[in-house]
């Protein structure tokens, strides 16, 4: 009877070691780190032109001969534009597609798609922007002034003066000189010099269109 009680004692200390060895290996496992994600930097680009300066929305609205509020429905289009003579490129042209969510000017229903001309360009790990322009992503809603160049195609008026991401209220994200990652090109509406300019235009803007209906 006691050789019994014994082997029984000896077996449940047993198994007890043994839950206990597997408690503590589990309890010294640490789960394996995700490793974080390297951000996509690109070069930055940046030329001047000389733009039409509008002091207010009001004139902007005047210039237009559409006003609507739509969302990229596609990949850019890029075109080099070459010299005539020499064949060296001169600068990308690229058009958006655009589809309309919301019309102020211009015979545009919702659903229609027209091409925006835009003067932000993402090309070989380069972004060339015209003025501080930042191109459209691919997420949010824009407050767009137009003038047609051809049909169903559109310039805005006033390059980064007549865009406005309408589901963004600040411009606050700051970037390095010369380059710019992917999500401060998403987060950015202006990263130009003129900033104060701009949110002004922003303001007047939304608060005419979109604000007051």
Do not use: W
């Not at 198994?15 to 490793?35: C, E, R, W, Y």
């Not at 080099?80 to 600068?91: M, P, Q, W």
């Amino acid at each position: 009877m006691n050789k019994k009680l014994i082997a029984i004692s000896i077996t449940l200390a047993a198994a007890a070691a043994i839950f206990l060895g597997v408690q503590n290996t589990k309890d010294d496992t640490h789960p394996m780190s995700s490793t974080p994600q390297v951000q996509k930097t690109y070069k930055l680009n940046s030329d001047q032109a000389k733009l039409v300066y509008y002091e207010n929305v009001d004139e902007i609205t005047n210039k237009a001969t559409a006003i609507v509020v739509g969302k990229v429905a596609g990949e850019q289009q890029i075109t080099d534009i070459n010299d005539e003579s020499s064949g060296t490129l001169l600068y990308h042209r690229a058009f958006t597609p655009v589809q309309i969510e919301k019309s102020f000017k211009g015979n545009f229903k919702e659903g229609d798609q027209i091409l925006v001309s835009e003067d932000g360009v993402l090309i070989n790990n380069v972004y060339e922007t015209l003025e501080g322009y930042v191109k459209m992503n691919n997420a949010n809603s824009y407050l767009l002034f137009l003038r047609e160049v051809e049909p169903g195609k559109f310039a805005i008026c006033g390059s980064y003066q007549g865009k406005f991401n309408v589901d963004k209220t600040s411009n606050d994200t700051s970037f390095e000189e010369r380059q710019i990652t992917q999500s401060q090109l998403n987060d950015l509406d202006y990263l130009g010099e003129n900033s104060e300019h701009f949110k002004n235009l922003k303001e007047q803007a939304l608060e005419k269109f979109l604000e007051s209906n």
